[in-house]
């Protein structure tokens, strides 16, 4: 996997007695990221198969040759060293990205797609990840929360940044109907509960006509201060693609995704959210309220995937039943399982991979639930805790 | 006696389909006091911890803990109340920290509001470096060596100092009855003898802490125990000094006869 | 509504839950032995219809005047036997090697198995990515009555499809190999020191759940004339919600769910006629309530915490 090495530097470590690390200086950091950023932009401007296939085989060179030297420890300490470093840093890259590619409609395209697909999965992880839920309907919610954005932009005027607030509850709202099942069960009975709802989901879209049916429906654009998010951006003689706007929003969103699910693990929510998960009758006996964490899991992470979902649907214009099946709730999966479960840098290198390379390596887009679900069974059976595994919980930022 | 009772179960039966775990069992614990639980397997010892901490709910009879009912209340709620328990087999989280499991058992003592935790960090961390200084002390009484391992996972530590996490994290939360279900499991001899000697030590922690004890170690029983209750098929047998139980000639037929002679 | 139609309704359920039935059967036997989802039972049912659709290929062009009473009779111990292996090959590369990670991990990793499965077909077999049409080697003798026929050829299916059920149902009862089975699934570890072939009995079970789905696979090629490659998800949610609402571990229970998710399919197009559309809607919504109102099942799965 490229850049996976550079990435994995980015997760501020537990150390545990911060007296007995060295303090590493920021330089390594800040040149890994530069180098995943001119990767990432080379991979994105690459047209030919040829170039973006050997871009492949280097970049996974690249980054077997940085383990074996060592490369990715120095960068995990320069990063750690400095708490918000790495983050500032994400951020940086995909700022760099959107001045590299301001004109470039598909780059930035990808470039929004992948920030909303890290907010969709990271709910995700707040829910099977942290809570141990299993939610086979995630590509359900985020359909919800597109739903909402074409109903409520097509008929109605409320304002579009409230219609991904609304996204979110309205995804968050028809989850709580899985509520009273996916308490009262566990395990492979609540895999049943949501697999049969993201069915049912699908098929109740394709047959009712008032969500426009297997055909679909049209979304409005996003506006927001009276900006229409449609039309290309024109500031003084510089030109830049509609979509650089919905890359800064998809970017704000991620941003507040990532700090929110974050916050949540290193606190005591995530604490009681991870007792749950690893043994309910001993977490209960400790007086934690298992069905208050697995309300506010299962509610917070339909929301996460409502919100992308509507906002997603705006930048996509048109939406259909067939964007939201149970096959699409699969791939949100397989991205938090090739990440690494819980692991929420995994998540953002995961979704980068899994959404840019089919997209770019044409040769393999027809193949890629099969490539997709063999790496994910490799990865299951030989590395269960994916690309970037969780580290252990550290409740201060090292700064 | 004129010793308070802290915890008094009158009647207590519990029924597995045709099988009865419990039947009528009368058991009461005074505060302070060390009670032995011993007996045969399957006569009933765990399913009293899990009765009375209320993972099951009693068929018939009546928990009364510091002069509440509790009978029938949920986990959470009983751990609220003072009671607290270890597991036979350690129930520990093994991929989370030392700290984190250890302040899982201060659960009562967090604040658990959005607010706090999400948005103003500066509340939580100073809670948090409150917990870590609670959480220190307790491992540095059992094992100053695990204060250094406070952040590694517990899946990395030893059985005897996961042990010695579980008695950190039932403590804690400075409960008034401790129910300890088999801590020997899975150590040697002298092992044994040492968490003993540490959990014994840390009753002053919790002042008025009273402990009832589930243990095969019939030496662990009787250097430990004030007093103790032998389970046979769910029912009471006897009750008693570890020396008036070890005395007995049913208790020694039923169960203890060939292991007092190897304890000797 | 009028008698015949109503029988038809009838008819149509009963094969439908037989097929289920036979699905449900594997995902009971599975989670009996060992406690595991293996999701990509579905799928299995899928390629072994088009395994048995490739014998049939095979022999029509060896031998093109056999009779159909004999191709069918091949068709199904290929492909039966086919996935009965492919049943152990998995258990032995998969599933065995899962046992002692969280239960989680297998119903994922089977789940992804189930996707290679199914896109393995879509893109590997020759046309694959469309519906195929499965030949009729059934006599299509049909006795009429009106809006109602009663067609020979899914008798025979039913019946086949239920001789099947008992056949497995008197080997585990029954016999030796049955008896270790059910030790297996009472508790493995003292069937192990009883002396019982604890793989061995595994990869039993898995050829026995794999081979029954195989037939449930032909069988609703026979029955819609047809089958394509994405028809294992929904056969495997199917027979899984199935053996759940009949609960898990249990063979009488997989029977049971089996049929009663026919029913409630065959319900869902009776009872909503302006919409018949919305059946398996209906059919996932109730199967979504029994488990809010009944969470493991009717029969419940004997669970024992230890603590």
């Known amino acids: 996997m490229p850049g996976s090495i550079q990435h994995n530097a980015s997760v501020p470590g537990a150390v545990p007695n911060p007296g007995s690390a060295a303090k590493a200086g920021p330089l390594a950091g800040i040149v890994a990221a530069v180098a995943v950023t001119a990767y990432a932009a080379a991979f994105l401007l690459s047209e030919s198969q040829g170039l973006i296939l050997a871009l492949l085989v280097g970049g996974a060179v690249a980054a077997g040759l940085a383990v074996r030297v060592g490369a990715h420890r120095a960068v995990a300490r320069s990063l750690a060293a400095h708490g918000r470093l790495g983050d500032g840093l994400a951020v940086g890259m995909v700022l760099a990205l959107m001045v590299i590619f301001h004109d470039d409609h598909y780059a930035l395209f990808l470039v929004a797609t992948i920030l909303l697909y890290v907010v969709a999965v990271l709910g995700l992880n707040v829910q099977l990840g942290f809570t141990g839920l299993i939610n086979f309907s995630c590509a359900s919610f985020f359909g919800i929360g597109g739903y909402t954005a074409a109903m409520l932009g097509g008929h109605t005027g409320v304002p579009p940044l409230v219609i991904l607030a609304c996204g979110g509850v309205t995804a968050a709202v028809v989850g709580s109907i899985l509520l009273l099942p996916v308490l009262r069960t566990s395990g492979h009975y609540s895999a049943l509960v949501t697999m049969a709802f993201a069915l049912l989901f699908k098929v109740f879209m394709e047959v009712n006509d008032a969500f426009g049916g297997p055909q679909g429906v049209d979304v409005a654009p996003m506006r927001l201060f009276g900006w229409d998010f449609s039309s290309d951006v024109e500031i003084g003689s510089y030109t830049g693609s509609f979509y650089l706007p919905y890359v800064l929003l998809a970017l704000a969103l991620a941003v507040g995704a990532f700090v929110l699910v974050r916050r949540i693990e290193r606190s005591w929510i995530g604490l009681s959210l991870d007792a749950v998960r690893v043994d309910e009758v001993a977490g209960a006996c400790f007086g934690i309220d298992i069905r208050r964490w697995k309300i506010t899991a299962f509610t917070a992470g339909n929301f996460l995937a409502g919100v992308s979902g509507a906002l997603y649907a705006m930048m996509l214009a048109y939406i259909s039943p067939a964007n939201f099946t149970f096959a699409d709730s699969l791939i949100f999966l397989s991205i938090l399982l090739l990440g690494g479960i819980g692991s929420s840098w995994g998540v953002v290198l995961a979704t980068a991979v899994v959404v840019v390379v089919p997209e770019k390596f044409q040769v393999i887009q027809e193949y890629r639930f099969i490539i997709y679900s063999s790496l994910v069974l490799l990865m299951i059976l030989f590395r269960p805790m994916g690309l970037l595994p969780r580290k252990v919980r550290a409740y201060r930022r090292q700064a | 006696m004129n010793q308070e009772r802290i915890l008094d179960c009158t009647g207590l039966s519990m029924h597995f389909g045709g099988l009865a775990a419990l039947s009528d069992l009368d058991l009461f614990v005074n505060r302070g006091e060390v009670l032995g639980l011993v007996g045969p397997n399957g006569s009933g010892k765990t399913t009293f911890f899990n009765v009375v901490s209320g993972i099951y709910r009693p068929t018939t009879g009546r928990v009364v803990f510091q002069g509440e009912d509790i009978t029938g209340l949920s986990p959470q709620r009983i751990y609220h109340s003072g009671i607290v328990r270890t597991f036979q087999r350690s129930r520990l989280c093994l991929e989370l920290t030392v700290f984190d499991n250890v302040m899982i058992g201060n659960h009562k003592r967090l604040d658990l509001g959005f607010w706090n935790n999400l948005v103003r960090r500066g509340r939580f961390l100073a809670q948090y470096e409150e917990g870590v200084e609670r959480a220190g002390k307790l491992l540095a009484a059992l094992n100053p060596a695990l204060v250094a391992r406070m952040f590694d996972p517990v899946g990395d530590l030893p059985m005897i100092d996961r042990r010695r996490i579980e008695i950190c994290r039932a403590l804690v939360g400075r409960p008034s009855l401790l129910f300890l279900d088999e801590p020997s499991a899975g150590m040697t001899h002298d092992e044994t003898r040492q968490l003993m000697d540490e959990i014994l030590n840390m009753g002053s922690y919790s002042e008025g802490l009273s402990i009832v004890l589930i243990e095969h170690e019939m030496n662990v029983i009787r250097r430990v125990t004030d007093r103790c209750v032998v389970l046979n098929f769910g029912r009471k047998l006897f009750e008693g000094s570890y020396d008036e139980v070890a005395a007995d000639p049913v208790v020694q037929e039923a169960y203890l006869g060939k292991e007092v002679e190897e304890v000797e | ?307």
């Open chain 3, 1 to 307: 509504m009028d008698f015949g139609l109503l029988t038809q309704f009838a008819i149509n359920g009963l094969m439908l839950g037989m097929m289920y039935a036979l699905v449900a059967v594997g995902f009971t036997l599975f989670f009996g032995v060992l406690d595991v989802i293996v999701f990509s039972h579905g799928d299995v049912v899928m390629v072994g219809g088009f395994a048995g659709l490739t014998t049939f290929y095979w022999l029509d062009a060896i031998y093109p005047g056999l009779s159909h009473g004999l191709m069918l009779l091949w068709v199904a111990l290929a492909s039966m036997a086919s996935m009965a292996l492919l049943g152990i090959v998995m258990a032995r590369t998969m599933i065995l090697r899962l046992r002692s990670a969280p239960p989680l991990n297998t119903l994922l990793a089977t789940m992804m198995l189930g996707t290679v499965l199914r896109e393995a077909v879509r893109l590997f077999y020759p046309n694959g990515s469309n519906p195929k049409p499965f030949p009729a080697l059934l006599p299509d003798w049909s006795l009429d009555m009106g809006h109602l026929s009663l067609r020979l050829d899914n008798l025979i299916l039913f019946s086949l499809g239920a001789l099947l059920i008992v056949s497995i149902h008197l080997l585990i009862t029954r016999t030796r190999l049955g008896m270790a089975i059910r030790a297996v699934a009472q508790d493995a570890e003292t069937a192990r020191i009883m002396g019982v072939n604890f793989n061995a009995i595994v990869f039993l079970t898995f050829a026995l759940g794999s081979a029954a789905a195989a037939f449930a696979g032909i069988m609703n090629g026979l029955y819609y004339n047809e089958i394509n490659f994405g028809m294992g998800l929904l056969l495997g949610a199917i027979g899984f919600s199935a053996a759940v609402i009949g609960g898990l571990g249990n063979i009488y229970g997989a029977i049971l769910g089996g049929f009663a998710f026919a029913f409630l399919q065959t319900l869902g197009a009776v009872a909503l006629p302006f919409a018949s559309a919305y059946k398996d809607v209906f059919a996932f919504g109730v199967v979504i309530l029994i488990m809010a109102w009944r969470p493991t099942g009717f029969i419940a799965e004997k669970t024992s915490e230890r603590v």
